[in-house]
């Protein structure tokens, strides 16, 4: 089992100065920027009211580090729920990154769960996972990953619709696009999906993404490691 040595806190990542926004990471520096959006990543956020999934209610979303699976260095459990932490779970999602050695660039896939209840206990036990307790399974397709990039002191992540194609209920072709914006004090995200013929069937139509406020400033920690004082 891979595991990140050291300890690392948010605020000591959100102080980096960055590239520009379209600047492609060169071979050396994706494993740092991992390490920066991973620490960006992790914390509590909840939306307003209206920007709610379902009837207007506010989602809380947490994420946290959990000890990872074999071949991975890094991974995050995202867990989002109506009205708070005792709400009805809306969205789970396993998220592991490719981390090959020379890449120059991130990419995130997601996995879901068999058993949303027994993934709930990541929260507070991490090795879960890892210790093959819980079996996962593709979120979507693989063409379906996040590709990231630096945008300002934070990192932009976006699903291409060209190559995340899945089958609706009805036989139909989906193509699917997703946009996750990691920022200091918010996380923004945004879900649209097409047919074939590029008509958009569901998702915001102007565009506009949904904003989580961080509602505190958790300290990023390696996966089964304590928060450093």
Same mark, same amino acid.
């Given at each position: 089992?891979?595991?990140?040595?050291?300890?690392?806190?948010?605020?000591?990542?959100?102080?980096?100065? %960055?590239?520009?926004?379209?600047?492609?990471?060169?071979?050396?520096?994706?494993?740092?920027?991992?390490?920066?959006?991973?620490?960006?990543?992790?914390?509590?956020?909840?939306?307003? $009211?209206?920007?709610?999934?379902?009837?207007?209610?506010?989602?809380?979303?947490?994420?946290? #580090?959990?000890? $990872?699976p074999a071949g991975h260095g890094w991974a995050l459990y995202s867990e989002?729920?109506?009205?708070?932490?005792?709400?009805?779970i809306y969205r789970q999602n396993l998220l592991v990154f490719d981390e090959?050695?020379?890449?120059?660039?991130? !990419?995130? !896939?997601?996995?879901?769960?068999?058993?949303?209840?027994? #993934?709930? #206990?990541?929260?507070?036990?991490?090795?879960?996972?890892?210790?093959?307790?819980? #079996? !996962?399974?593709?979120?979507?397709?693989?063409?379906?990953?996040?590709?990231?990039?630096?945008? %300002?002191?934070?990192?932009?992540?976006?699903?291409?619709?060209?190559?995340?194609?899945?089958?609706?209920?009805r036989g139909d072709a989906r193509h699917i696009e997703a946009q996750t914006?990691?920022?200091?004090?918010?996380?923004?995200?945004?879900?649209?999906?097409?047919?074939?013929?590029?008509?958009?069937?569901?998702?915001?139509?102007?565009?506009?993404?949904?904003?989580? $406020?961080?509602?505190?400033?958790?300290?990023?920690? $390696?996966?089964?490691?304590?928060?450093?004082?």
């Open positions: 089992m891979l595991r990140k040595a050291g300890l690392l806190i948010i605020t000591s990542f959100l102080c980096t100065h %960055g590239h520009a926004a379209d600047e492609v990471p060169a071979a050396g520096t994706a494993d740092q920027e991992l390490t920066e959006l991973v620490a960006l990543y992790i914390g509590t956020y909840l939306s307003q $009211p209206d920007e709610g999934a379902r009837d207007a209610r506010p989602i809380l979303m947490r994420v946290v #580090a959990v000890d $990872p989002m729920r109506h009205d708070g932490i005792d709400g009805d090959t050695p020379g890449r120059t660039g991130n !990419t995130m !896939t997601s996995l879901g769960f068999s058993d949303r209840q027994a #993934a709930a #206990a990541l929260i507070d036990n991490p090795k879960l996972v890892a210790a093959g307790q819980l #079996a !996962t399974v593709p979120a979507l397709g693989p063409g379906c990953t996040m590709s990231f990039r630096r945008e %300002g002191n934070g990192f932009f992540g976006r699903i291409d619709p060209q190559t995340c194609v899945i089958t609706g209920k914006l990691l920022r200091r004090d918010a996380i923004e995200q945004l879900e649209r999906g097409y047919g074939d013929d590029g008509q958009l069937l569901f998702g915001n139509r102007d565009g506009v993404r949904y904003v989580w $406020p961080r509602i505190d400033m958790t300290e990023a920690r $390696p996966a089964g490691g304590e928060p450093q004082p």
